[in-house]
């Protein structure tokens, strides 16, 4: 049987890809790859990660997610800045789900920080 691929749409399996920053194994090392992580803890049902990888200025106390929408596909259409040596940057993204037979997309351009060094989320733009 083939390893499940990352739902983040990198081709790679998740154990190799999103799946080692879920664990904690792995930290992002751009702001990209932190959305994309965060977009296949949505996918994967896993608030915890989501909450860890928030920025503390504007991290919600509790995060629950809403087990009927199915996450099917990430598309990331712009990035700025973000990269190994930044202090911040952005991402363009539109994300596709299922929810109640209906596909519909979230697009957004998501700000992100480093916070003693490791990438967060800060809010959307």
């Given at each position: 049987m083939a390893p499940r691929r990352?739902?983040?749409?990198?081709g790679l399996p998740y154990a190799e890809c999103c799946g080692r920053l879920h664990d904690g194994s792995a930290t992002a090392a751009t702001a990209e790859q932190l959305m994309r992580?965060?977009?296949?803890?949505?996918?994967?049902?896993?608030?915890?990660?989501?909450?860890?990888?928030?920025?503390?200025a504007t991290r919600p106390r509790s995060l629950s997610l809403d087990p009927q929408v199915r996450?099917?596909?990430?598309?990331v259409l712009?990035?700025?800045?973000?990269?190994?040596?930044?202090?911040?940057?952005?991402?363009?993204?539109?994300?596709?789900?299922?929810?109640?037979?209906?596909?519909?997309?979230q697009h957004e351009v998501s700000r992100f920080a480093r916070v003693d060094g490791a990438w967060r989320y800060l809010d959307a733009g």
């Open positions: 990352c739902p983040c749409g990198t992580s965060r977009y296949s803890a949505f996918a994967v049902g896993d608030p915890a990660y989501l909450l860890a990888t928030w920025h503390p996450w099917t596909g990430l598309d712009a990035t700025t800045g973000g990269g190994l040596l930044a202090a911040e940057g952005t991402v363009e993204f539109r994300a596709w789900y299922r929810h109640e037979g209906e596909t519909g997309s």
